[in-house]
């Protein structure tokens, strides 16, 4: 079973700042089978990105994914005040998922 | 616009088996894609408990394996999970989804609480 690790746990940054997220992987997987997904206090998580780098439907040009292997990364470029939220990694390989244990990104 | 619903009992007795059912709207599932469910204890990360292809075996979590069944009831457009034995540990907010490779549309989730 693959298992992915978030870092940071927190990240603590002020709107307008870049914020970097990432997701690491414990064996190599397909770029196509990594996605990311946002998470608000009391909500569904929200399908940000897809493939690794492909942004779904409605999401903002701020949000960015990337990488490949072992390591990803998720970036907010400019932070809104709405992107205050837990962000989480998720895989799918050999007909399984997991999840990273999610970053919390927070007000400074 | 597809949309996912949860519904079933909010408080189960320990030992006893968690049923909850995710009806489909605006798509149907005899059509395509996988279905599944994921909770999230209080306070803690998503783990994913498994899926199912409309007309496929499903596929579950290892580590829930032996009390998970995931069943599809295209008629009424309908998916459910049954979770057996359940302890304290299970109580969590479930959502069902449109998985596959990621999870396109989620519903809203339901809390199921195990306490006698």
């Known amino acids: 079973e693959i298992v992915l690790t978030q870092s940071p746990g927190t990240l603590s940054l002020s709107p307008g700042e870049r914020a970097t997220l990432s997701c690491r992987a414990s064996?190599?997987?397909?770029?196509?089978?990594l996605g990311w997904y946002q998470q608000k206090p009391g909500r569904a998580p929200r399908l940000l990105i897809y493939?690794?780098?492909s942004r779904a439907t409605g999401i903002p040009d701020r949000f960015s994914g990337s990488g490949s292997g072992t390591d990803f990364t998720l970036t907010i470029s400019r932070l809104e005040p709405e992107d205050f939220a837990v962000y989480y990694c998720?895989?799918?390989?050999?007909?399984?998922?997991?999840f990273g244990q999610g970053t919390k990104v927070e007000i400074k | 616009q597809v949309q996912l619903q949860e519904s079933g009992p909010g408080l189960v007795k320990p030992s006893e088996t968690l049923s909850l059912t995710c009806t489909v709207s605006?798509?149907?599932?005899?059509?395509?894609?996988?279905w599944g469910w994921i909770r999230q204890p209080p306070g803690k990360g998503l783990e994913w408990i498994g899926s199912?292809?409309?007309?496929?075996?499903?596929y579950y979590n290892s580590s829930l394996k032996s009390r998970v069944t995931i069943s599809v009831d295209t008629s009424k457009n309908q998916f459910s999970l049954r979770l057996s034995s359940v302890t304290a540990a299970d109580t969590a907010v479930y959502y069902c989804?449109?998985?596959?490779?990621?999870?396109?549309?989620w519903g809203q989730g339901t809390l199921v609480t195990v306490s006698s």
């Open positions: 989804a449109r998985t596959g490779v990621v999870a396109t549309y």
């Open positions: 605006g798509f149907s599932i005899s059509s395509g894609y996988y």
């Open positions: 199912i292809y409309h007309s496929g075996s499903p």
């Open positions: 064996q190599s997987l397909s770029s196509s089978y």
């Open positions: 493939g690794a780098s």
């Open positions: 998720q895989q799918f390989g050999s007909s399984k998922w997991t």
